[in-house]
């Protein structure tokens, strides 16, 4: 017989094969009812979980002792450490599920504290469950060794990590603050004392001591002292916003209190220690010189809620008057800081429902200092915080006249700027920017702004347009490539005057170059229409400054004229670009002569080079170059030359090449000669395609250089020329082969089409429906063809390809068809049948030289039928290629 154990001897069995996990995750699955087959248990719900929790404990006890048993008395300390990872997390996990931190921080604790390893891994265990809140308050002896076992393993930012999220009053105070103090735990410190003590003044008293005598003493502030000032204006923003530092809310009782307490420290007349020396409201004054844009950050967001409470407006004006006796009756400060201060003002100033006061006279002086001309000192930081004042509405707080007046003298461009642009004197802004060194890049963008976009009169836009013409000297001057993207935009028509305004050859030649040849610009150019005299004259500048460019820029611009340039380029020897325009003009021989003189000056400066081997390289180079103009040129002119013209550039250019080949004798000239051989056979493999193989042998055999001497001399030149006679002709024969296949694949596949016949599957016209009887006479015919695809090639239908049938009246015209077979009924018994080629496509127009009618069919009638392509008419049909008799059964 079988029975079922109980929960408890379940649980038990386990526990005897120590599987202590198991039997704690069991355990609690009967404390929540989501075990299966439990039995044993009996009792209310609570009563269930009160036994099982019962059993649950002493569970855990004995994995305590169980855990201490079993540890590694040798061996490394990682796995001693190791060991109880994996058992405390357990232990920890399940007396919280319990709720019984009695027994996790009383016996457990105890148990485990005994084994040093276990306390450490127990301690670190418990930081998860502070910072989740599942645990929010440590015996005192727990959190007395917690706070030792973390400071003895330098992990002080998780003691203050856990701090800020446990119950302070359950915790001696005393020993925490020092804790934090020595470890420089602010947030923590700052916690504890709100917190513990509702104390919020405290902690900005002690954190004013650590960066107000480096900050009066004007010394740099050290990291740790950063952090401290960043931090202390961060609670000095929760504070007055009500809320707790560093997470929460301030109690809602103790809210206006904490307000007026933070208030009435920040406006104490001096501190509470009073040293030597101390400016008065010594804490504003720190902060001001801490970081005065964040300070006067914080005091923003705090007057935003200052809207209806009378208390907080007085504070208001109290702050704001004691901020500018602070810094505007003492130097020591910035400009960008006194800047700050003011803008700061006039955003306030500028509210609808403001209730601050200034005077008037403290913004005449900030604008005084702020525009002094006799001080060169942060002269772009002075201008930016002036800028910035005027954008927050500043400029009503300033006599606009006087303002433009004091930034005119102090050079504050930017400021006039914005002065000019308030009045719309646009004109007036470009002198602004060519006035100021920092922006001139930047004046390119405002004028093409001006002359392009929507929303600015005529009158204005004529008297930029006038302006920036009377000065385009010095905007091609300052960036050629930008000023001739905005003449080519809005100056087309200008061109010729404004070329004649530019002074300085170089700067007329830059700005051409941009302005005729540059293809990135970042607008899209319109097409400029010039006089031919500008191309001209930028060939001319060309020539001087950059003559390597002038070919490629004749041969992308056809703007000139060709008489004009050639005279151009021949008073500046300019070989190459002279040798191009005679081309172009039609005038060949002109253009091969310019060319071979230059070939033949580079030849016999190589005959008479006796300086080195580097010098002979550098003049092959050149020679080498001038032979690959000629070649193209020669290339290019036999297509449209006869044969004696082309035999006589050839074999001037073959001659050219020979002829210095006399004079390179001996070792010394070994190398040059070879390589002249070598740009020889070149000239010959390029003209074998224009001259007869046998003469060039002919004239080859000729020249004295291999006329005389042995065959084994011009054995190379010889064979490579056969070589290439070799390989073009087995070239030719192979396309002509391949041509010839393919055109026969074709007629093959055209001839099996046409050689299938068709079933007419109706026997009725689809378009007049009239029936077809064999009765009908000789001249009645029927259509019956089968689509193909209108865009297909001849012979491209399917099996499956619809068929139809049509009346002789009703030919198809608007489709393209494969062929047709038209029957013609002569008796009851016999039909004649005829092969017809059909391809109306629209795109081949009307038919021409429509074959005639032929008896019989063949395979070259069929393949004369289909390949004539045509689009026949109703007077058409009787007129198609072939015709054979069938018999009808």
């Avoid at 400021?415 to 009045?423: D, N, V």
Wanted: aromatic share 8%; net charge negative.
């Amino acid at each position: 017989m079988m029975t079922l154990r109980n929960w408890r001897e379940r649980v038990d069995y386990l526990l005897q094969q120590e599987k202590f996990m198991e039997a704690l995750s069991l355990a609690w699955s009967f404390h929540e009812g989501t075990a299966k087959a439990v039995v044993g248990l009996f009792g209310d719900s609570s009563k269930k979980k009160s036994v099982v929790a019962d059993k649950m404990v002493e569970i855990l006890l004995q994995y305590a002792e169980h855990s201490l048993k079993r540890c590694p008395e040798q061996g490394k300390i990682q796995v001693m450490e190791q060991h109880f990872q994996d058992m405390v997390p357990v232990m920890v996990e399940y007396c919280l599920l319990l709720q019984r931190r009695d027994l996790l921080f009383g016996q457990i604790y105890g148990r485990l504290a005994e084994n040093s390893v276990a306390r450490g891994i127990f301690l670190e265990t418990l930081e998860p469950y502070i910072l989740s809140e599942r645990i929010g308050c440590l015996t005192a002896p727990v959190m007395r060794d917690l706070l030792s076992h973390f400071q003895e393993n330098g992990m002080m930012e998780s003691v203050e990590n856990c701090l800020v999220h446990m119950d302070i009053t359950s915790l001696d105070i005393q020993q925490v603050v020092q804790t934090c103090w020595e470890n420089q735990l602010y947030d923590a410190m700052i916690y504890v004392f709100n917190s513990g003590m509702n104390d919020y003044i405290s902690p900005m008293e002690k954190l004013f001591q650590m960066i107000g005598p480096p900050l009066h003493e004007g010394k740099a502030l050290t990291d740790e002292q950063v952090t401290m000032g960043n931090k202390l204006l961060v609670y000095i923003s929760c504070c007055l916003a009500g809320r707790a530092y560093p997470l929460g809310d301030i109690p809602e009782d103790l809210l206006p209190l904490v307000k007026n307490q933070v208030f009435e420290f920040l406006i104490r007349l001096h501190s509470a220690e009073v040293p030597e020396e101390e400016e008065v409201y010594p804490y504003i004054h720190t902060l001001l010189h801490f970081d005065t844009r964040e300070f006067l950050n914080v005091l923003a967001l705090t007057f935003e809620d200052f809207k209806n409470d009378k208390q907080a407006l007085e504070y208001q004006q109290r702050i704001v008057d004691i901020l500018l006796k602070v810094m505007v009756e003492n130097s020591d400060f910035t400009p960008s800081q006194v800047g700050c201060l003011f803008t700061f003002l006039a955003r306030q100033l500028a509210k609808p429902d403001n209730t601050l006061f200034v005077n008037r006279k403290l913004f005449d002086q900030v604008l005084e200092f702020l525009c002094s001309p006799d001080d060169d000192s942060r002269h772009t930081e002075r201008q930016q915080v002036l800028l910035e004042l005027l954008h927050v509405g500043g400029v009503v707080q300033f006599d606009e006249q006087r303002l433009l007046s004091l930034a005119e003298k102090a050079e504050f461009y930017q400021i006039c700027e914005f002065m000019y642009e308030k009045k719309h004197l646009y004109d007036k802004i470009i002198f602004c920017y060519l006035k100021d060194p920092m922006r001139k890049e930047e004046i390119f963008n405002y004028i093409h702004n001006i002359l392009s976009i929507p929303g600015y009169s005529t009158e204005e836009r004529g008297s930029v347009w006038n302006v920036v013409l009377a000065h385009i000297q010095e905007l091609v001057a300052i960036d050629p490539f930008k000023a001739a993207d905005l003449v080519s935009l809005h100056f087309a028509e200008e061109v010729t005057a404004i070329v004649g305004r530019l002074e300085g050859d170089y700067l007329v030649f830059q700005f051409l170059m941009y302005l005729l040849e540059s293809s990135d610009r970042p607008h899209s150019q319109p097409f400029l229409q010039l006089s031919p005299e500008i191309y001209e004259h930028h060939i001319k500048l060309l020539c001087r400054f950059s003559p390597q460019k002038v070919t490629s820029f004749l041969k992308t611009s056809e703007d000139y004229r060709l008489e004009e340039a050639i005279q151009i380029s021949r008073e500046h020897n300019l070989h190459e670009a002279t040798a191009y325009l005679l081309e172009r003009k039609g005038d060949i021989q002109g253009a091969f002569q310019v060319l071979l003189q230059t070939l033949e000056h580079k030849l016999a400066a190589l005959s008479q080079d006796k300086e080195g081997s580097l010098q002979e390289d550098c003049l092959l180079q050149l020679v080498e170059q001038s032979l690959e103009d000629l070649t193209s040129l020669c290339d290019r002119s036999s297509r449209i030359l006869d044969q004696q013209q082309r035999e006589a550039l050839w074999f001037l250019l073959l001659e050219a090449m020979m002829s210095p080949q006399k004079c390179l004798r001996g070792p010394s000239s070994h190398h040059a000669s070879v390589a002249l051989k070598e740009l020889t056979m070149k000239v010959v493999y390029s003209m074998a395609s224009f001259i007869a193989m046998p003469s060039i042998i002919q004239r080859i055999l000729q020249d004295p250089v291999y006329g005389k001497g042995r065959l084994a001399e011009i054995q190379g030149l010889i064979l490579g020329m056969l070589e290439t006679f070799n390989y073009e002709r087995t070239l030719l024969e192979t396309t002509t082969s391949l041509l010839n296949q393919d055109l026969h694949w074709s007629l093959s596949q055209l001839r099996t089409a046409v050689s299938r016949g068709l079933h007419p599957r109706e026997d009725h016209c689809n378009i007049c429906l009239q029936q077809y009887r064999r009765q009908h006479g000789e001249k009645d015919e029927v259509i019956v063809f089968r689509w193909a695809r209108p865009t297909g090639p001849l012979g491209s239908y399917s099996e499956k390809s619809p068929q139809v049938l049509l009346c002789v009246q009703h030919p198809p015209v608007t489709q393209s068809f494969m062929f047709a077979a038209v029957v013609t009924c002569t008796t009851a018994s016999v039909c004649r049948v005829r092969l017809v080629p059909w391809h109306s496509n629209s795109s081949h127009g009307a038919a021409t030289n429509v074959p005639p009618v032929r008896e019989g069919v063949g395979a070259a009638v069929a393949q004369r039928a289909i390949r004539s392509t045509y689009k026949p008419t109703a007077r058409h049909w009787q007129r198609l290629v072939s015709s054979f008799p069938c018999t009808c059964s």
